[in-house]
């Protein structure tokens, strides 16, 4: 029959062999050097086998001794290891959080430092992934996700609202007033550039607008809006996106909007989700707060912006054309 090892005597036993003495091995261990030597005669005898010769008051391991101590001098440095790393990991925090890729590169990332400097203590993963996490299955504490933010059994907030214009070089625009003052008459002569994954698309802005679709060349189509925000700014088209992650761009010039007789329209759009037990997590409590944080003061930044540019918002009426 198997004996399940002691591993009380074993961690006794590997001091011992590891130091030379009982002495220095019941000191380490905080106990007495009797406890010790009663811990290795017990693990002889149920093992069956001399671990230690002992002459003039020391220590030599046998054979057997040896082949033990290389086996539990290893183990133990292992969890002596994994103890330390355990221990750094409850000092520090760490967290792990999912985001669209557009949204982690022109919004989330550029703030991020600022946090980092605020909390140097904090180890972050950002997974810029367009797929929604499985908190089941994955190990990540928090997504910040782009959609319209009913996800059953989940914990939703939304942290940001969208601003959606049509935009595009000043060149471009500039080329276009050359076929039409008119702003409808604008895309008449327009490239349109598609942003397929956004919750507001070309076709039912043209619709709400009243305005006849363009016959346009072969159509530009894009799964990540900072791809399409990017041709738009290299004078390709008019682009339809979010001013949240063109921002830059309009605090630059570099993009403007196609005209400014066009409302913006606001909706909800970026959430911080979560399952509802991860929300008494400290770290992701107060990722959570700065998140929001930031949010409001992005929600006064943008809004300032696309006044001084002219622009009218309004909230999405409730029969918009907005996913929902």
């Given at each position: 029959?198997?004996?399940?090892p002691?591993?009380n005597?074993?961690?006794?036993f ?11 091995a ?12 009663q811990?290795?005669?017990q693990l ?14 020391r ?40 985001s ?8 989330l ?20 992934t367009?797929?929604?996490s499985d908190?089941?299955?994955e ?5 910040m ?35 039409d003052?008119?702003p ?8 349109l550039?598609?942003s ?13 607008h ?7 060349q ?57 399952p ?15 998140i929001?944080?930031?949010?409001r ?28």
């Amino acid at each position: 029959m198997a004996i399940n090892p002691n591993l009380n005597s074993l961690a006794y036993f590997e001091a011992v062999a590891r130091t030379g003495r009982v002495s220095l091995a019941a000191a380490e261990l905080g106990v007495s050097a009797a406890a010790v030597s009663q811990q290795l005669k017990q693990l002889e005898e149920q093992w069956g086998v001399r671990l230690f010769r002992r002459k003039d008051r020391r220590l030599s391991l046998t054979l057997d001794g040896e082949t033990l101590f290389q086996a539990t001098t290893n183990a133990f440095r292992m969890i002596r290891g994994a103890r330390a790393v355990v221990l750094r990991q409850r000092n520090s925090r760490q967290l792990t959080v999912r985001s669209s890729p557009s949204l982690a590169v022109r919004w989330l990332t550029p703030r991020l430092k600022h946090f980092l400097d605020a909390n140097p203590d904090w180890g972050i993963r950002i997974d810029a992934t367009p797929d929604f996490s499985d908190f089941e299955t994955e190990a990540i504490d928090l997504d910040m996700r782009y959609g319209a933010g009913a996800w059953e059994g989940l914990h939703t907030e939304c942290i940001i609202n969208d601003f959606f214009l049509p935009m595009c070089s000043p060149a471009y625009r500039e080329r276009l007033s050359t076929h039409d003052t008119d702003p409808a008459g604008l895309l008449t002569h327009a490239r349109l550039i598609h942003s397929v994954k956004t919750l507001y698309q070309w076709d039912a802005w043209l619709l709400v607008h009243g305005i006849d679709p363009p016959l346009e060349q072969a159509p530009l189509r894009f799964d990540r809006s900072s791809m399409a925000i990017q041709l738009a700014r290299d004078g390709a088209g008019v682009v339809l996106d979010s001013a949240t992650l063109a921002q830059e761009d309009l605090e630059r010039g570099t993009l403007v909007p196609l005209s400014t007789a066009f409302d913006v329209v606001e909706f909800p759009a970026y959430w911080i989700a979560c399952p509802p037990r991860h929300v008494s997590r400290r770290n992701v409590r107060l990722f959570s707060d700065w998140i929001r944080e930031q949010g409001r003061s992005f929600d006064h930044q943008a809004r300032n912006l696309l006044f001084e540019l002219g622009c009218r918002i309004r909230f999405a009426s409730d029969d918009e054309p907005v996913l929902r």
